[in-house]
């Protein structure tokens, strides 16, 4: 047998595949894993299927259909007030996480290090490792999981290559102020240290907040690359589409990576979003429909023992349990999945180490009879002996 030199040799199987195959197991509300169980946009749905009739079946151009990136660039132009250039800048890929992977992959050389905040969407890590350069993690701060500006600045060297944002932020649900952008931009500034921005629940934000995008600021765009998805805006996560954003020259090398790995991505689906995103309502009012959910699933856990954290925006909320157990996140996890019924994900899964502040993360983004009764089984959580 031919050994394999491991490029992730202490990275295992992902934890919202193990919890998603426990919730299958026994049979529990999965609160888990980040998709919805309602049904998509029916118009979006019915121009896929009409594009799909009429013939859009082939290879789409490798930077993405030229309509769509021109209807991005309208959209950009209406909410952020910065004009794109749809041939240049925007590039659409396989899924938000694709883009994020290609955009570490294009800029990264072995021994680079790359700020992450952690708890972190957990592919960036691997990605950062994979491509031969070092993570460096920095907390957010309890119980907001805010961002220590301080200490930024003190963990950059001269080897840091890139930084690493997410807003609205997964696992947390907390988002960044525009005073915690400025505070970013005046680090950035007279350096060469890249900005990867991860924005792809850019449109599910709550409580009259506003997205505080890079595309917002003309001079930390010009060191970035911003990844977006549509699958999470449109509640079709299975369709791994989504698109990335940055400058003329760092996107001319983006697609240097993008065109010998995809190539391009999915056209019915293109087809359709170049068309649906005229229709600006359907993604400026997903921030209340999703609020809805959000403000359902607390009220429903007002009198349980969990204490439920802030979430502003994504699909997610989380809560400790410091009432209820002392045991690990992961062990809590489980064993609500197994003995309880409903399917969490433990927020220590999000951390390089494990870091356990025995938090976990529920996703709200499902019908209302799927919280509710998913509440009704925690509220009868009282007590788990150690």
Known sequence: MISINSKLPSTGTSIFTVMSALANEHKAINLGQGFPDFPMDQQLAELTAKAIIDGHNQ????AGLLSLRESISTKILSLYKNAISPEDCITITPGGTYAIYTAFTTILQP??????????????????????????????????????WDLVSQSITKKTKAIIINSPHNPTGSVLSHEDMLSLQNILRDTNIFLISDEVYEHLIFDGKQHQSVLKYPELFSRSFICFSFGKVYNCTGWKQGYCIAP?????????VHQFNAFCSFTPTQV????????????????????????????????SAFTMLNSYGSYFVCATYENISTISAMEFSVLMTKNYGVATIP????????????????????????????????????????
């Open 59 to 62: 290879y789409a151009p490798m």
């Open 111 to 148: 021994g680079d290090e790359v700020i992450v905040f952690e708890p972190a969407y957990d592919s960036y890590i691997p990605n950062i490792i994979a491509n031969g350069a070092v993570p460096v993690t920095i907390p957010l701060i309890l119980p907001d999981y805010k961002i220590d």
């Open 248 to 256: 003329k020259e760092m996107m001319s090398e983006f697609r240097k």
């Open 272 to 303: 359709a979003l170049a068309e649906h995103l005229k229709q600006e309502n359907a993604y400026i009012s997903l921030s209340g429909f999703m609020q809805q959910k959000r403000d359902l699933f607390v009220s429903l856990m007002k009198d």
């Open 347 to 386: 927020v220590s899964a999000f951390y390089l180490h494990g870091n356990d502040d025995r938090v976990i993360r529920f996703c709200f983004a499902k019908k209302e009879e799927t919280l509710t009764a998913a509440a009704e089984k925690l509220s009868a959580i009282k007590s788990i002996a150690s």
